[in-house]
């Protein structure tokens, strides 16, 4: 069992940063991937970035928001720049006991409580 807990939300004006991350217990190294998807009030969870021994990003937040995994921390941590009001929303951690580009999150195994990122002036 993994269990996965987000901190670093709140609210923030627009253009500012925030830095989410995402604990977990026991091990989630290399076999593992990791994501971090969101979802508004009234819209559907969408992707917003996974990583493996490689990195992918939706589209919306390509040049924005990094990635990144502290694997002796057994962390995870999404930087997120420039942000924006549509950037708002419910952030969520999950992991997948296996290696995959990591978009769909029905693929996943193990999902944290969520935190809330607002941006608004």
């Known amino acids: 069992q993994v269990q996965l807990v987000e901190s670093g939300g709140g609210l923030v004006p627009p253009g500012g940063s925030l830095r989410l991350s995402c604990a977990a217990s026991?091990?989630?190294?290399?076999?593992?991937?990791m994501g971090w998807f969101r979802q508004a009030p009234g819209k559907e969870r969408e992707f917003v970035a996974a990583?493996?021994?490689?990195?992918y990003y939706a589209d919306s937040v390509k040049g924005r928001f990094t990635i990144s995994r502290d694997n002796a921390k057994n962390t995870v941590y999404l930087q997120m720049n420039s942000l924006q009001p549509e950037d708002t929303a419910v952030y969520y951690c999950?992991?997948?006991?296996?290696?995959?580009?990591?978009?769909?999150?029905?693929?996943?195994?193990?999902w944290g409580q969520g935190t809330q990122v607002t941006v608004s002036s």
């Open positions: 026991g091990q989630t190294g290399s076999s593992y991937t």
């Open positions: 999950a992991a997948a006991i296996k290696v995959f580009p990591g978009r769909t999150w029905s693929q996943y195994d193990y």
């Open positions: 990583i493996t021994w490689r990195t």
